[in-house]
């Protein structure tokens, strides 16, 4: 069995990798993308910690977690077919007037 | 405790986002950027198998060096492949190999219930919402038919460069840290009982969070209706004239 240290590098990166592409792709659809990337990092980590500490609490904070990322993929979707329907475009540039 | 390893788990964050730099999609690249990228996953491979074995870990573990690898680079290519489907593809991936390495530690139970969840109805959404909102444009050239702000990332330079000063700080926390000791023994003892023991769990301890859990779901789902929904005129009256596929797009949205 792996050591829990490399699975938490392994979460690592996988956060930093959603956080790259949370910030620099243009495309709703992908930002999204990038961040269940990031939520499978957080799992992972999740798992791994509870696993380094010898209990179950890590994997059912994860079994919450998942349903959390269930609820923001729905819910986030739908606002991005929303606006999508308004502006005719995906390009996150497209909500620029946003920024105040 | 670790002191050479941190500099190792720094290269490793760097080689990431070099590789993620490569990666992005910008205007007017050439096209060996594949084998580029191909490269420094490889690269990025054989880092993490040398971290891996550093850190007291036997060369008895393929399957978790090839998973490990697998899910860096599909991450890497779910943040930077030009067209959506590819992506939300590649995030099966990425879900697929998350599992096994999951799996793999022993939690087979939330293992699964990732790859059913993610894989089954999350990716599912995303690909119904690709097919919804996805424009076709002119078929002029061989990259016409990427979108125009699919081909181009913002700042490449400066969002890699914050990934990779996050990734280093997490990995060089992680490898740095004296972190409690682990008892394998012990814990592969745990991973034979893990679904009933976490079924149990669920069903005691954490009653009322998987009743909430529900009460969530179904709030999330209203107002997902909700929020996506069009809506139709009233009567029908100018409706009715037009043919099925033409009703919804003579509504303007609210």
Redesign the interface.
Known sequence: ??????????G??????????F?????M??M???T??MF?GV??NL??M?????N?QG??L???V??????E???G??????M???V??????AWRQMRG | MNSQLVYL?YG??AL??LG?YVG?PKEGRCSRRGWVLFALIAALGGL?VL??RL???GAD?IS?YVL?VL??GG??R???HPR?VY??LF?VL??LT?AG??I????E??GI??VI??AG??LV??VF??M????SPALDGESASV?N??R?????VW??L???V??AT??GV??ERD??S???A???E??KQ?TL??GR??MT??AV?VEL?GV??MV??I???A??R?RLPRGGRDSAGLPPGEIGKHVP?Y
């Open positions: 069995m792996p050591h829990p240290n490399t699975l938490m590098i392994i690592a990166l996988l956060f930093g990798l959603g956080v790259i592409g910030l620099s792709r243009r495309n659809i992908v999204f993308l990038s269940e990337v499978q799992l992972v798992v791994a509870g696993m380094m500490h010898g179950l994997q059912m994860g079994l919450f998942l349903v959390i990322a269930a609820v993929a729905g819910l979707l739908a606002i991005v077919v929303m999508y329907r308004r005719g475009t995906l390009d996150a540039e | 788990a490793v964050a990431v986002a993620v992005l993490a971290l891996n850190l007291s870990l573990h978790f490990a899910c860096v991450a890497i779910v943040v930077t959506p992506s939300a995030f990425v879900v998350a390495l999951i793999l530690v022993g939690a139970f939330l219930a990732l969840v993610y109805a999350v959404t995303y919402v690709i919804l909102s996805q424009q979108l702000y699919d181009s990332a913002r700042r490449p969002t890699s914050a990934g990779f996050l990734m997490l990995v992680v490898v972190w409690p682990w008892d394998e012990a814990a592969s745990m991973a893990n023991a976490v769990m669920l301890d954490y969070s859990a969530l779901l999330a789902m107002g997902a209706i929020v996506a069009k949205p």
